[in-house]
């Protein structure tokens, strides 16, 4: 069944700690994203990429960084998480052939920095 | 520049009654709009889309939304609340490079 995958679904670390973010899709799409939603709130981009080897800055200024080097896996990096990178991180997919470009989001990652 | 309001960041109604969300939104160009629902710790699943195709777009779950064009909204709505649409709802827009621009969101609480 095609579908986009996040892991882990929760993360609890300390400060200074190195994490990745998983994100892989099957529905065969070619762009890809990272939203930061705080509680309640409202989704902003940070990343996106619309093919391999190709990544992008989002609206909202983050220090994660991204790499797309498969079509189906966008994984997310902070090298030194902090307590102000406490947050939700969304990921989405779409396709450029579809007219809509509609994007389809996986389950989120909750992270939580002590 | 597009841009996103959703009016009303908490709406509660009985179960049964009509359940309207607001979203008013504004493009320089003839817009995709998007409604998308989120449920307590998952992430956004699309409700439905308007395209251009019919003005009025039915969705999954009962919901349906009406672009008018004269009023720049595109308001969300079910004639009988259920328990289960409790949850956060946003609209979007698309902007000309794909990305899309979103509300704040709207919680939706159903009382029994």
């Known amino acids: 069944e095609a579908d986009i995958y996040q892991t882990p679904r929760y993360l609890v670390i300390g400060t200074g700690k190195k994490i990745t973010l998983e994100c892989s899709q099957t529905m065969g799409h070619d762009k890809m994203y990272w939203y930061q939603q705080d509680p309640g709130m409202e989704l902003h981009l940070i990343h996106y990429?619309?093919?391999?080897?190709?990544?992008e800055k989002g609206d909202l200024s983050s220090e994660s960084t991204v790499s797309r080097i498969r079509t189906e896996h966008f994984p997310l990096t902070l090298e030194s998480a902090r307590p102000s990178h406490t947050s939700q991180y969304l990921c989405?997919?779409?396709?450029?052939?579809?007219?809509?470009?509609?994007?389809?989001f996986g389950p989120g990652t909750r992270l939580t920095v002590l | 520049a597009q841009s996103v309001t959703q009016l009303g960041s908490h709406v509660s109604v009985s179960e049964g009654a009509l359940v309207l969300l607001r979203c008013n939104y504004s493009?320089?160009?003839?817009?995709?709009l998007f409604w998308y629902v989120q449920y307590p710790n998952q992430g956004l699943q699309l409700l439905l889309k308007?395209?251009?195709?019919?003005?009025l777009v039915k969705g999954i779950n009962g919901f349906e939304a009406e672009f008018k064009k004269s009023e720049t909204s595109f308001h969300l709505t079910k004639p009988s609340a259920h328990m289960s649409d409790a949850a956060e709802y946003f609209c979007?827009?698309?902007?000309?490079?794909?990305?899309?621009?979103f509300g704040k969101g709207t919680k939706l609480s159903v009382k029994p």
């Open positions: 990429s619309y093919g391999v080897n190709s990544t």
């Open positions: 308007y395209t251009s195709a019919a003005t």
């Open positions: 493009s320089s160009v003839p817009p995709y």
């Open positions: 979007a827009v698309s902007r000309s490079q794909g990305n899309l621009i």
């Open positions: 989405a997919s779409s396709s450029t052939s579809e007219e809509t470009d509609t994007q389809y």
